[in-house]
Nanobody, 121 residues
Framework: QVQLVESGGGLVQPGGSLRLSCAASGTIFTINTITWYRQAPGKERELVAS???????EYADSVKDRFAISRDGTRRTVYLQMNNLKPEDTAVYYCKLEHRRDPFDLKYEYWGQGTQVTVSS
């Protein structure tokens, strides 16, 4: 069973920075993608940044040039470096892992519990 644990959220002033972490444990197939989503009160969950184990990372337009997604050497922990934070970045941030044994296999997905990010003066 795959488990995801997020950390690094908190309260920060506008213009500040935070780094979120998503640590994955369990059996993880090589074909996998870890994605950060966020959900603000009263809004739908939206994709923030995505990191395929092999492939190009992607970002939402609203965070390009401010956020950076990366993986550590084990490929099991994904970081989201958030710079120049704005009040509209306030949300609960979730990470999701999708993986499959091979390209023709079913895709399995798992979610973390979420971490709150509040940007306020």
């Amino acid at each position: 069973q795959v488990q995801l644990v997020e950390s690094g959220g908190g309260l920060v002033q506008p213009g500040g920075s935070l780094r979120l972490s998503c640590a994955a444990s369990g059996t993880i197939f090589t074909i996998n993608t870890i994605t950060w989503y966020r959900q603000a009160p009263g809004k739908e969950r939206e994709l923030v940044a995505s990191s395929p184990n092999r492939g190009r990372v992607e970002y939402a337009d609203s965070v390009k040039d401010r956020f950076a997604i990366s993986r550590d050497g084990t490929r099991r922990t994904v970081y989201l470096q958030m710079n120049n934070l704005k009040p509209e970045d306030t949300a609960v941030y979730y990470c999701k892992l999708e993986h499959r044994r091979d390209p023709f296999d079913l895709k399995y997905e798992y979610w973390g519990q979420g971490t709150q990010v509040t940007v306020s003066s």
